[in-house]
């Protein structure tokens, strides 16, 4: 029987250069709700009769999204490369909006916070719909999987 989820993440830490507390907790969360819930079906690994449940390795190289796809005995199946350029804009305005959240939890009134979470989950929102649109053809996934995945992606960028 398929099972086409994702059932370990890994982020290469290479990549990563700095993080913050939030951010991780951002990276934290991501993960866990991924692996709790999500639908992502490799397409090509599908029609060659793989099943998942799928391995996912992440990282940027050369302005392109790595995305290797193990099998559940961490097999080499296939590897999807995304370019990023597309990405730069929702990334830089989400890390803009974020730094305005955290900081606005720390000293402003609720209605200052919800106003602000609201902008980000929009930017948050559109960001998936653009990951959806570059993974269509390659990998099936629902909004939420591409929700937290564009989390991941922010969190590969950051440099410090």
Known sequence: MPDHRISHIE????????RNADIEQERR????????ENRFKPLRAAEAGHNGPWHLYLSV????????????????IETLLLGLARFR???REYFAICDS????IRKATAQEIETIDMARRGIHDEAARLLLERLEGKVETDFPTARRLFTLICVLHIKG
């Open 11 to 18: 982020l290469d830490d290479a990549t990563i250069i700095w």
């Open 29 to 36: 969360i991501a993960i866990f709700d991924l692996i709790e």
């Open 61 to 76: 190289m050369e302005g392109r999204l790595v995305m290797e796809i193990r099998d559940e005995a961490d097999a080499p």
């Open 89 to 91: 804009r929702p990334v």
């Open 101 to 104: 959240y955290y900081q606005a």
